[in-house]
């Protein structure tokens, strides 16, 4: 059973920008597990409501890669036997363009036009809700399912949504239980250590020589190898590198 601790120190977060494009669907394994935040982000305009109608085909297209991305975190970013916390990683619909579509009414009908078309999905019930949204009812009235913001800075004042939702991401991240395993502190010297290193990639003896200066094993009846094994598992769920245990790719470790 793993050991918690409440260290009451500040949570360091690593931000990764997934591939869009469905040349690298196929690799969604390697990089998606339980251990983090997904932030989905769309644009507004396309799913606007466009009396013209111009932007139907976008809509179509936003809603199905919406409803892709959601199926695949669905699928790679369930939780592991004996985690405690929730079935799957937490996941944030952030839409941009506030700037061209900025009435609330208009966010309520994207609100009201995602929960219907997405709501299929077994993702949809891990999608953070935006508690403050402000809807077509007014501000704090049942809040929204994504988080509208304008990225474009206006005079020198960022948008408030967004200062919400890196809040949000804060708090979705302390709530879950691997930040605050307790591990070796060798364990934390090795990745120390990994992170000086410049280049891209290192070999698992290499890798394991470093370990074995940092005072790995420490768990009595455990091997060098096998003890290395586990901490460059949790190391590659936490994205900080990249390990494979197959027979093929278990002498590489990735680390840019």
């Not at 591939?19 to 997904?38: E, K, P, W």
């Not at 937490?90 to 941009?96: A, D, K």
């Not at 509208?148 to 809040?167: E, F, N, T």
């Not at 502190?185 to 290193?197: G, T, Y």
């Amino acid at each position: 059973m793993p050991r918690y601790a409440e260290s009451g120190e500040p949570v360091k977060l690593t931000l990764l920008d997934h591939a869009g494009q469905d040349i690298f669907y196929t690799l969604h394994h390697l990089f998606i597990s339980r251990f983090g935040v997904y932030v989905v982000v769309f644009n507004m305009a396309w799913l606007w409501d466009d009396p013209s109608n111009k932007q139907q085909k976008k809509a179509d297209e936003s809603l199905s890669f919406l409803r892709f991305w959601l199926n695949s975190i669905f699928v790679h970013a369930q939780s592991p036997l004996g985690y405690a916390g929730r079935a799957v990683a937490p996941i944030i619909l952030v839409g941009t363009h506030k700037d061209v579509v900025s009435n609330p009414v208009d966010h309520s009908s994207i609100h009201d036009l995602l929960c219907r078309e997405l709501k299929h999905s077994p993702a949809w019930r891990f999608v953070v809700q935006f508690k403050e949204g402000e809807t077509r009812e007014g501000p704090n009235r049942g809040g929204l399912c994504f988080f509208p913001v304008a990225c474009k800075r206006q005079r020198g004042a960022q948008d408030a949504v967004l200062q919400q939702l890196r809040v949000y991401i804060q708090k979705q991240v302390i709530a879950e239980q691997y930040v605050k395993y307790m591990v070796p502190l060798e364990w934390i010297r090795v990745m120390d250590r990994l992170q000086q290193v410049k280049d891209k990639f290192a070999s698992f003896d290499s890798v394991a020589r470093i370990a074995q200066e940092c005072g790995v094993p420490t768990v009595p009846g455990l091997s060098l190898e096998n003890e290395l094994a586990l901490l460059l598992k949790l190391l590659s769920e936490y994205g900080l590198l990249m390990h494979h245990s197959e027979p093929s790719l278990r002498n590489l470790v990735i680390l840019d």
